[in-house]
């Protein structure tokens, strides 16, 4: 790909990962935004579906059949969907950036493990870059195949990744609490995601064994260490949104302010949609992600218990931004040689509701 | 039915109507709950569904066909799915009190034109009483067939009985703007009520002909007018609640605070379960339904324009109490001889969402 | 003022609608920011109270005394405030925008009956023009001081404007049932924007009497017409937005779909920023303000009776955008010579909460 | 005390936790509320500022001054309130009851450590039980003097005294993840719980340090452990409600479910507030606050994670209720003895907002 007016498709558009890319991508600069897929809502518009998307010029969904040919295609499938068909998906696109799990993991075995399947196209997955630029920017401008890391996984590990990579903690316990959104749960109605049951909740749906926890492991590896990590998830009564409250217990035993500051700084000094927010005042003296909502940014926080002994990371994020569909524009970005925040740019709103 | 412990079933019991009818009548001291039915559920405990109801005594759910014969069979199923088997359920149960709409109406016609099908049971349509105490006590005392109001008929009714009885309006334009939760919509998920969808929604789903309307203009009939009414429901973000905001245009022109007192007085005066709010300072000044949640009671306020030219009434209540089964346990209550407030005595949470 | 950048000021930034203007005019490519006042907050980052604005360059607050001459000074200030110092803002500011109620209206008695006080610059209130584009663009392109509608008038108006021009309602009543959020009352806790108080509140809190109303009378005037408008206002547990529900009993009886939409193509046709959304279908057939949360669009919808007899008409927006900053920025665009959308063109989310 | 209708009076009765006493006193067979006591609204009726008490007999506010002798004193100020007269309360009630923080600790020091002061009386607070019956309910019924927990540490502390008491955590590090709603932080309007600031927020405003954890630590030192605990607090966007999700890490390196499942039997089998929710299957299978709005229960559940290294304990309650005057009441009727569950009945409601 070469900077210029790409031409774009995405394949499951009719999803909120989905209808995000399209929003991003209907406004980008370098994108020619050609087909937008979805079997059930086939010949409709976009905006049926999306009734944001009406600010744009009209488009319809297509099948997934008649995916043409293009510089890059998004797929936003359900899990297990997109590999069955990769054949097919990486002769239409030059460049083909999958949000879904498929191809998030490098060895069969964790699929299996993790998902109690297998793999149908495990001779692929060496091929797929974990797309997270902030640990993998160089891979990514290189790669044709791009897998999106899952949202709670790219909250987890933007805020584990410099602390494992500067030896705070490889080898002590973590855990990861993540409160997270109802648009996690996709488009489809069901008997969790029905109003008069999932509003005000706060459920912990996932005490253990929360899928995203291989991919946090797995790029803990990449940065030399392999804490003893330990997931939960709390679905609480908000649209979109992850918090990952992260308790670290160092290897040391503890840990200075210093010494994360640095970890921190050292990783993220350069990084566009990385902030570190650790005001000394006001009510939003640490991240939140409520004002996040629509916009790329990872924010992340913390503080320390006396003497070090617990450090508690707060990891915030937009689950369709950061976590799905921004991410992937991001990686699109760079791949293709534009400025990495292209049509990224959207600070966020406040007040807001969530 | 004479004072004493009634043996009481409810058919369709995992709907939010069988819910709460299964809350107050398994705490009714003249109540002994026998059945609660549910196809989909039978085998299983009612906590499963509902699980507010696990600090009561263990109650499966049986099918539709297995229930027994008894002193009140309480019905809350969908509209239309009473009528087929009401021959059934009148041997089944000496008293029937039925929470749906299948015999709200006196005339077949108008459920021709507002239910857009043929009465199944025409011929029993002049057997069941409107069940609402406030219009109708004396018959519901005697009733062996009562037909409960729907939820958002019971607030405008309430708020305009009243002033039709007592001349303000009995031919003046009305316009009842309805703002309502997402529990009215039932317990079946669907794409309205996706949490991601429905989570703060103003939604104005029934800009015109809602359903509710004929049994609004009958009830109005009863009272000796026929104003004009005009209904429009909005969904708004809260799960359960209905604030009938309703714009009266009084026949002489305009009305005074005194008269709208005297006919509100008249009517209500020794209710149990309606009460006039209309404090001159304080948050909660004029009728609300968050703080209704789980009580039977509808509040009525009013407030003025210049001159009496507009007379703006509110009133609140929670659909499935007062709007549905607390309304039917009043019922019942009157039926059986027991004081009109039993089992009915919650008198609500603040602070409290919605 | 020239196409170029423009040197601009906030004064009474730290507000929502100060914030929200930062928060368009630091993404604006023709203005320069240049100054945003605080006497709380002087010598603060700007984004420690809007926390999205984090993602700009920084700026600190400064007192309003301090604020330089510059091409366009917009006001955010509560009522009453702007009016004692609009001779220093008029030789501080080339235009001057105030998004206060000081400058709406023409009539000092206007001012005196609904805000129960004595106008201190009647001699001003010649000088502004009322800035809402759509009814008044031509004078806006010249205006050298503007005043912004108030969000609910802003609602009411857009929505009614083209009834009254073509003739629909001139002297009919209309009913404007208007919802609205939080955010409408401003930066400033109180008890009524207490959290456990007004979370998933239904308040009905102006149900006559609402100040906006004259805007509206006003407005209509200038369409030719003065219905008979009545305004009640109720709080919903939503943050941004509001959804007016309008009423409209149409002069002649009744009106048909087709005058209806004639009134409202000829008038909003080329508009960039008012939609009509009536379709058939989808959960988003008819306008909702929440899926507007930071756009500048009015959503503009309607139903009619059996007959026509009655109209609803819906319009929402998001009462800090184009109810408020947006429209505001939208009015510098005109007066500037920039195309009118620039800055503006933010689609909005989906799904979202509110 | 003996149980007949024994005099009571309420201490700061228009912030949360006073009203809820009020609510729940006022319809208790055994008591008989004299006198309810606020500064501000001395003279006002206390439904001006708890509107659900419309449903009981009217009770003014008195001043604190007026407050005469009574069997049965409750306190609900705020903290360091109560100490500075404990001495005129003492000789108020018969038994004082006291919902705030000033004597829920035994040692002086641990006043000074956690809220920065030095204790008024100290020599006082060895005359205080902890009032948590499932922990000392033998000491309650005799008590004099009864300090209520904080509702964080009453979630802490019900979910942890069960595996501290059978060796599965003495020494070992716990976490404790808090989910809390807005009316744990009181009646006083403030920016942090202003509507739109607060509205949708996952908050982590207590990383470290919450000072409920000396209350969960010395509740821990008399089940004959001392964990190494770890306490972050998140606000969150309901109203009433935690959910402490406790992270452990056995002692012994891992726990089988059966030791876990008997702790908890052991501990709590036969107590009537405290419910193991360990189902199969079904929305509601662990404990969620929502449902226990308004309820006295605290609902407990675990999921291990594999081989029982980590062990995941939910534990939900409604933090004005057993969080605080639910647990009061509870306390009252073991002093005076009734039965326990006197006027805690209410089961909850489902389905509800939060």
Sequence with gaps: MSPARLRVSVVGAAGYGGGELLRLLLDHPGADVRQATSRRFAGEPVSLVHPNLRSFRPLPFCRPEDVAPCDALFLSLPNGESMGEMDRWMKTGAVVIDLGADFRLRRPEDW???????????????????????????????ADYIAGPGCEAAASILGLYPLVKHGIVRSGAVVVDAKIGSSAAGAAPAEATHHPERAG??????????????????????????????????????????LATIHVFPDAGSVSEKDVWKAYRATYADEPFVRIIKQGRGLYRLPEPK????????????????????????????????????????????????????????????????
Tied chains: 1, 2, 3, 4.
């Design 112 to 142: 299996r493990t993790w998902y109690a399947s297998d793999h149908a196209r495990p001779e692929f997955l060496e091929r797929f870059v974990y797309g997270l630029p902030e640990i993998a920017r160089e891979k990514v401008r290189t």
């Design 201 to 242: 909740v706060v459920r912990t749906y996932k005490p253990t064994g929360h899928r995203h926890t291989v991919e946090i492991v797995r790029a803990m590896e990449t940065a030399g260490g392999s804490p003893s990590l330990h997931v939960t998830a709390t679905a609480i009564g908000m649209v979109r949104g992850i």
């Design 291 to 354: 004002i996040l909502q629509g916009t790329n940014y990872c924010d992340i926080g913390f503080e320390l218990e006396d003497g070090g002994r617990r450090l508690v990371v707060l990891s915030a994020l937009d689950n369709l931004v950061k976590g799905a569909a921004g991410n992937a524009v991001q990686c699109f970005n760079l791949r293709a040689g534009f400025p990495e925040t292209t049509g990224l740019e959207f600070p966020g709103l406040h007040p807001v509701g969530s």
